[in-house]
């Protein structure tokens, strides 16, 4: 308690004091916010936990519901990892390397955020769909939902890893180096410990993505319970065929990563600023 | 020196597998549709633009992201003044939640809004018997794209809040200056381009949303249909070239955006 006390006392007056038009304004965010995000989100848990807990367990651990839920949490994996390896490849090469293009290359990075989702998975059929050039059909298949995932989440760990990889002092790694460090070994034991709360942040947002990804999913995965059908796709499915509260359970179960996945990174952030004193 | 000359050919190893999965992943597929989209000229890619239903989507997703814009921008600074300035209990909840569209599934958010404003929906009833109509109408795409592209202005204007600091605040109302005084004449002019940069993004957030409003429009052409079911709609209709020529549309689109934050940088960097 007394030490609370003197924490405050060391915030300076100023910065206790409010500016602006705090009631108010606050005011109007915090409204604006619960009719737009807060309100929406409890229909949902309600719908959710209308039948009880029980009966919860029931809808979201039903066959269908399940396969969608494994088949989500496993192409996840797979995203995120193959996004630690060509997302720290990627920054490494925008940083430390040098070659034509590199400036486009690095303004290119972005277009997936940028992109509509529904164009990201059009764009992936027109090469590797049915009536592609390659010879190769994704369509339909769990290489094709793959595929669309990794591009939707290429730029998080590259955007996460670039910076920190930019500030990195080479001092470091050139000492190693002096002391007799192999290139492998003065990554591993220099460079990566400093990339990993980077890297994890970018690698949990991109696993956030992954589970929740629906535009860019929908087009490829066609509509095939126990085979493509992803979490998204299942709860589109059965909203469309008016089953709410089995959509609302495995909405909820989204719901529930999703705030993990933002509660796993803030703590990471705190991490690394730790780091950093 | 020697150790890099050395260790050249892994550095070109790491270089070709990086630019190697880029293209495969990005560069041929987007390259692709834009010759997809031209492969005939010019001539049929503006047939399939210039029709009515696909001109009512681009007006209707204009005329959401026009609305979504404004106020997700008025709502961005002072939620990011309350965030920085104002010590609320709770922040760290509020916080969670701004960030929240980021990570959350569009169509979570899709839902939400259908157990809301559907026929069997919270305020469902009400607005039945009072003739309102939300769910399959402009108010529910509006309000999905709002959700959805809700935290870009918070996130660009919150950091810069934090580094300017109240020092000049402080000045400013201790010489007499009235808190919107001091926000017009201070706080302002400092935010202006982070202000800038978040809008760029939530604009084309908003133009590219898809799922969210997919499951809240009913996706009636040439009534409720966006761009993006635009595409969708097409694709499935087996009108690939109409697909195609949508797509190209929403791809120039997320490249002038992309464009547009590279010039804002060099301006910002010069002020």
């Given at each position: ?58 809808v979201a651990w039903n066959p269908e519901a399940r396969a969608a839920l494994e088949l989500t949490f496993e192409l996840a994996g797979a995203v995120v990892a193959i996004n630690a ?193 | ?9 892994r550095l070109l190893l790491v270089r070709f597998c990086a630019l190697g999965y880029l293209a495969v992943i990005l560069i041929a597929p987007v390259t692709l549709i834009f010759w ?236």
């Amino acid at each position: 308690m007394s030490q609370l006390a003197v924490e405050v006392a060391r915030v300076p007056r100023a910065r206790r004091r409010a500016l602006g038009a705090p009631t108010l304004g606050s005011g109007i965010a915090l409204g604006y916010l619960s009719v737009i995000v807060l309100v929406p989100l409890a229909a949902v848990a309600a719908k959710a936990a209308s039948g009880g807990w029980h009966h919860f367990w029931q809808v979201a651990w039903n066959p269908e519901a399940r396969a969608a839920l494994e088949l989500t949490f496993e192409l996840a994996g797979a995203v995120v990892a193959i996004n630690a390896v060509t997302g720290t490849a990627i920054a490494w090469t925008l940083v430390r390397d040098d070659f034509h293009g590199k400036r486009l290359v690095n303004a290119i990075i972005d277009l997936p955020f940028a992109l509509p989702t529904i164009v990201a998975g059009l764009t992936l059929l027109a090469l590797y769909g049915p009536t592609g050039d390659l010879g190769v059909d994704v369509a339909y298949t769990r290489w094709g939902v793959l595929m669309a995932l990794l591009f939707v989440t290429l730029p998080f760990v590259v955007r996460a890893v670039q910076p920190t990889l930019l500030e990195l002092d080479r001092e470091m790694e050139e000492a190693a180096a002096s002391l007799g460090a192999g290139r492998f070994a003065t990554f591993r034991r220099i460079v990566f410990p400093h990339l990993l709360p980077a890297l994890l942040s970018g690698v949990a947002l991109a696993f956030a993505r992954a589970i929740g990804e629906f535009g860019a999913v929908i087009l490829i995965a066609g509509n095939l319970p126990f085979k493509t059908e992803v979490a998204s796709l299942y709860v589109f499915e059965h909203i469309n065929s008016d089953d709410p509260t089995g959509a609302s359970a495995l909405a909820v179960l989204m719901l529930v990563v999703s705030l993990g996945v933002l509660l796993v990174i803030g703590a990471l952030r705190r991490w690394a600023t730790r780091h950093d004193r | 020196m020697t150790a890099r000359t050395r260790t050249s050919n892994r550095l070109l190893l790491v270089r070709f597998c990086a630019l190697g999965y880029l293209a495969v992943i990005l560069i041929a597929p987007v390259t692709l549709i834009f010759w997809r989209a031209f492969e005939h000229g010019v001539h049929p890619f503006w047939a399939a633009i210039s029709n009515p239903i696909a001109t009512h989507a681009l007006r209707l997703t204009v005329e959401v992201t026009l609305i979504a814009v404004p106020l997700n921008t008025a709502f961005g600074i002072l939620c990011a003044l309350a965030i920085v300035r104002h010590r609320i209990p709770g922040m760290g909840l509020i916080n969670a939640f701004v960030d929240l569209p980021l990570a959350l599934s569009p169509v979570v958010v899709g839902l939400a809004l259908y157990l809301l404003y559907g026929r069997d929906g919270w305020f469902g009833h009400w607005l039945t018997t009072h003739g309102v109509r939300v769910l399959f109408a402009l108010p529910a795409m509006v309000l999905a794209t709002i959700f959805v592209s809700l935290p870009f202005v918070v996130r660009e204007v919150v950091p810069v809040l934090r580094e300017i600091g109240t020092d000049q605040e402080e000045a400013a109302s201790t010489l007499g200056a009235s808190s919107l005084t001091t926000f017009r004449r201070i706080t302002l002019p400092a935010i202006r381009w982070a202000i800038a940069y978040g809008v760029v993004l939530t604009a084309a957030r908003s133009l590219g949303e898809f799922g969210a409003v997919s499951i809240v429009s009913g996706g009636i052409a040439g009534r409720t249909q966006t761009l993006t079911q635009y595409v969708q709609a097409s694709y499935e209709n087996f009108d690939q070239t109409g697909a195609y020529a949508a797509s190209v549309l929403l791809a120039l689109l997320a490249i002038t955006t992309l464009l547009a934050m590279t010039v804002m940088r060099h301006g910002d960097r010069r002020a």
